[in-house]
């Protein structure tokens, strides 16, 4: 009988988006395929605490997972463990483990640091690694390479906390109105708002430095938002764009999690031609930001057919309704199939 691998599955964390990992969590952990791999439950709390959780599967859904049986937990920066750690009142347990699976979104998690953490301790991550991780994250320089690659980029400049506020209205200005305000290093559309007039700039920079020290200010690209599951390392396999479809403002936090007002068409209603496009596109964005394992490529789809990079999801949602999932079950890959796809590119068959 074939032992099983034993797959350290990361959740929660010390970030904004610490609810919507839990939900990708579950989800992953729901469709593993338990006959191949044993998943060894890793929460970090709202606080960054890490715990080894051996509880019901629905209490991560419901975010109750803190109440039941947990264990404080490390990971063993001996490169010969390939383990984590498990703090009990007595002793400390080791628990080597074939991969980690990070499901974080956000910062201290989707930014490079617990993947630089798990490259340290020598154990194999499902997923991009730390540099890549670090570019997607960070707005301003994902863009200055996906433009040195010769994909086309939104106009657009920084402002750090503490910079006149005159210098950031003269800049918007030349920019042109309107505009989209960001936190430079943020996800789930945290912080972002869509700027019309230059009255509202000072209270949009305000939001978005409660997200991070620094703001990119965007010119605002007409279109649509295209979607693209990219998967793979030396060899890519790319699923079906999508297609977001707005009624109105853009896609937000809100919107992202509910449809209130959106919906997501997958495949994209495109041409054939267009979606070959896109798909080319996705991929040399996809290898200018070294990343591997999976990701999922946005980019604006314009009236005249001009593709404009928008940002690169390094650990994108992974409920089985996400974007990225059912970009692959188009493509012909189920769900279930997937998470054993990405297992399979860093422990093998």
């Known amino acids: 009988m074939m032992k099983k691998q034993r797959i350290a599955v990361i959740f929660g964390g ?25 998943p060894v439950l890793v929460g970090i709390d709202p606080a960054g605490q890490w715990f080894h959780y051996t509880g019901p599967l629905d209490a991560i859904a419901g975010d109750t997972w803190r109440n039941g049986p947990c264990t404080p937990a490390g990971v063993s920066l001996n490169p010969k463990d390939h383990a984590l750690l498990f703090f009990g009142e007595q002793e400390v347990e080791r628990c080597p483990v074939d991969a980690a699976f990070p499901i974080l979104h956000g910062r201290n998690g989707e930014d490079g640091t617990v993947q630089g953490l798990f490259q340290l301790a020598g154990i194999p991550l499902v997923g991009c690694g730390v540099l890549s991780s670090a570019l997607c994250m ?18 657009s400049f920084l402002v750090t906390k503490g910079v006149p506020q005159s210098q950031a209205l003269a800049q918007a200005e030349a920019l042109g109105y309107p505009l989209f305000v960001k936190p430079l290093r943020a996800g789930s559309s945290y912080g972002i708002t869509q700027v019309m007039e230059a009255q509202a700039l000072p209270e949009a920079l305000q939001l978005a430095f409660a997200y991070d020290r620094q703001v990119i200010v965007e ?64 991929q040399v964005i996809y290898r200018a930001l ?6 999922r490529v946005d980019v604006f789809l314009e009236p005249s057919g ?4 928008n940002e690169v999801n390094t650990i994108p949602g992974f409920t089985a309704h996400s974007r990225y999932p059912k970009m692959m079950q ?11 796809r990405l297992i399979q590119e860093v422990v093998g068959e």
């Open 14 to 38: 010390n970030s904004p988006e610490y609810g919507v990992s839990l939900q990708s969590a579950h989800a992953v952990i729901s469709h593993i395929d338990q006959s191949r791999y044993q």
């Open 138 to 155: 960070d707005k301003d320089r994902a863009h200055v390479l996906v433009k040195a690659a010769g994909v086309e980029v939104p106009k």
């Open 219 to 282: 010119e605002a690209i007409p279109g649509f938002e295209v979607g693209c599951a990219v998967m793979g390392g030396e060899v890519l396999t790319v699923g079906e764009p999508d297609e977001i479809e707005l009624s109105q403002g853009f896609f937000n936090f809100t919107e992202k999690y509910s449809l209130k007002t959106s919906a997501i068409h997958v495949p994209a209603r495109i041409s054939p031609e267009l979606t070959q496009r896109i798909k080319e596109t996705a």
């Open 290 to 295: 070294d990343c591997q394992g999976f990701a």
């Open 306 to 309: 001009r593709i404009v990079f």
């Open 330 to 340: 188009a493509a012909g890959i189920p769900f279930s199939v997937l998470i054993t």
